[in-house]
């Protein structure tokens, strides 16, 4: 062996030890943390407009709502009963399914999850059924499935403005991990472990209720667990951890983790569960919670200000529903149908503001 090859391999070996492995882990920052007490500041939600969304001219009407998207000048509501994907303008007018249900190229079995891919036309669904992620327009075509390193079963996504896959899994050591990959290569390009192993079963029982949201100003992930009061931060341009954010409310119950409890007793137990997660604006976030009381309590809590001076602060909830999204500041609730409407139910549209104002629409 030639003796001047000797130093650069034993340099490639210690960056490749500093540098080379791309997880990170939270467990380590967990004692870096800021706590934030809910106060009281005046912020209210205000009912702007309300789209009724027509019955499609053939086919039945949706069954069950999981979720909701806002693409460009469309609404895309996720349907659990039918398991199908449905397209509707700003007006309510249905226009078109995304996709179909069966076993062919381009079709899902069970679509969980959805993201639309900015500035393209496109958005990705992602099928619980074969653990696949379908690319289709926002037109209904279907364009590839998604070649993701290893095959993995996603629970939460979204997709950042250049192309990046942020999603949460379960990898083979039962812990629960924060990826971002690329969707031009299908590189991983960074992992941050989430959640130890011993709560996998309520990482993947729960997955539909995790908080996922990401600030394209300030490059950071937020991400919280349905059943924490802290929120996760990492800084994607640093691949760091940032101090999280503990939310002090005099209604949460912790979640105690007893051994030999099985995975059902602990999706029984009782503790304050995330029911809704999003980003209004860079450094605003909106969370919903459903606090384990008697009567059940729901409530709204924004945090704002968190690249400067964050705080929380609980507001009035006016949400009727856990189905809900955000654009900008506007809030996009998802209504299902009374029994004597035939429509497929309702948008309605809040905003956020600081001052009283009479709801209209």
């Known amino acids: 062996m030639n003796k001047k090859l000797l130093v650069p391999v034993r340099w490639l070996a210690?960056?490749?030890?500093?540098?080379?492995?791309?997880?990170?882990?939270?467990?380590?920052?967990?004692?870096?943390?800021?706590?934030?007490?809910?106060?009281?500041?005046?912020?209210?939600?205000?009912?702007v407009g309300d789209i009724t969304l027509e019955l499609p001219e053939a086919g039945s009407a949706l069954g069950s709502v999981g979720s909701v998207t806002i693409a460009e000048d469309y609404i895309?509501?996720?349907?659990?009963i039918k398991k199908s994907v449905e397209v509707f303008?700003?007006?309510?007018?249905?226009?078109?399914?995304?996709?179909?249900?069966?076993?062919?190229?381009?079709?899902?079995?069970?679509?969980?999850g959805s993201a639309v891919i900015p500035n393209t036309g496109q958005m990705l669904i992602?099928?619980?059924?074969?653990?696949?992620?379908?690319?289709?327009?926002?037109?209904?075509?279907?364009?590839?499935?998604?070649?993701?390193?290893?095959?993995?079963f996603i629970n939460r996504m979204l997709v950042s403005e250049d192309h990046n896959l942020i999603h949460t899994?379960?990898?083979?050591?039962?812990?629960?991990?924060?990826?971002?990959t690329s969707l031009d290569t299908g590189e991983d390009l960074v992992k941050f472990k989430v959640c130890e192993a011993e709560y996998r079963s309520l990482f993947f029982g729960l997955q539909r209720l995790q908080g996922l949201a990401y600030d394209e100003v300030q490059k950071i992930i937020y991400f919280v667990l349905p059943w924490?009061?802290?929120?996760?931060?990492?800084?994607?341009?640093?691949?760091?951890?940032?101090p999280s954010l503990t939310i002090n409310h005099p209604e949460f119950v912790s979640l105690k983790l007893d051994e030999g409890k099985t995975g059902r007793?602990?999706?029984?137990?009782?503790?304050?569960?995330?029911?809704?997660?999003?980003?209004?604006?860079?450094?605003?976030?909106?969370?919903?919670?459903?606090?384990?009381?008697?009567?059940?309590?729901?409530?709204?809590?924004?945090?704002?200000?968190l690249s400067v001076e964050p705080y929380a602060q609980e507001m009035k909830n006016e949400l009727r529903y856990n189905i809900f999204t955000c654009q900008g500041m506007s809030i996009y609730e998802y209504l299902s149908p009374a029994d004597d409407e035939d429509t497929n139910g309702k948008i309605r549209i809040y905003r956020l503001l600081d001052t009283p104002e009479s709801p209209t629409g």
């Not at 500093?18 to 920052?29: L, R």
């Not at 895309?76 to 659990?80: A, E, M, P, V």
């Not at 696949?132 to 993995?152: A, D, H, M």
């Open 265 to 305: 007793e602990l999706l029984e137990a009782k503790f304050s569960k995330l029911f809704g997660m999003s980003l209004l604006s860079s450094g605003d976030i909106l969370l919903r919670y459903l606090f384990s009381d008697s009567p059940i309590i729901t409530g709204l809590i924004l945090l704002s200000d």
């Open 76 to 80: 895309i509501l996720l349907d659990n």
């Open 126 to 152: 992602y099928d619980g059924g074969t653990g696949q992620t379908l690319r289709f327009s926002i037109k209904g075509e279907f364009i590839e499935q998604l070649k993701l390193p290893k095959r993995r």
């Open 228 to 242: 924490e009061v802290e929120v996760m931060r990492i800084d994607l341009a640093a691949h760091e951890f940032l």
């Open 169 to 180: 899994y379960v990898d083979k050591n039962k812990n629960g991990m924060l990826c971002v």
């Open 89 to 112: 303008d700003r007006e309510g007018s249905y226009k078109w399914p995304i996709g179909s249900r069966g076993d062919g190229v381009g079709q899902y079995k069970i679509p969980i």
């Open 14 to 47: 210690l960056l490749f030890l500093i540098f080379g492995g791309c997880e990170k882990s939270a467990v380590e920052n967990q004692k870096d943390v800021i706590i934030l007490d809910t106060q009281t500041r005046g912020t209210h939600l205000s009912l």
